[in-house]
Nanobody, 126 residues
């Protein structure tokens, strides 16, 4: 089993920044992909960013390219999401996901991930 715990959410003004963290524990194995998804109010969960099983390549939703940066610290088994130039459309609950067998083409697909955190709330408002 794998446990994921997100942190770092909060209330921020438009144009501001936040950095989310996701700590993994349990039987992650040595190669696994991790991703961030978010669920805006009243909408379905959507892909934000992912980092592949080897940790070398990153992938982003078009809506966050150039503003968000995903990274990971393999020694600490921690995933990060640096979010800059936030706008109200970025508001939502942000979830961390992990999967040990997912293929690259499936990284944006929430249904392909076996493990999820409980999420952390991000609210962008003036």
């Amino acid at each position: 089993q794998v446990q994921l715990e997100e942190s770092g959410g909060g209330l921020v003004q438009p144009g501001g920044s936040l950095k989310l963290s996701c700590a993994a524990s349990g039987r992650t194995g040595s190669t696994y992909a991790m991703a961030w998804f978010r669920q805006p109010p009243g909408k379905e969960r959507e892909f934000v960013a992912a980092i592949g099983r080897t940790g070398g390549r990153t992938y982003y939703a078009d809506s966050v390219k150039g503003r968000f940066t995903i990274s990971r610290d393999n020694t600490k088994r921690t995933l990060f999401l640096q979010m800059n130039d936030l706008n109200p459309e970025d508001t939502g609950r942000y979830y961390c996901a992990l999967d040990q067998r997912i293929i690259t083409s499936s990284l944006p697909l929430a249904a392909q991930y076996d493990y999820w955190g409980h999420g952390t709330q991000v609210t962008v408002s003036s």
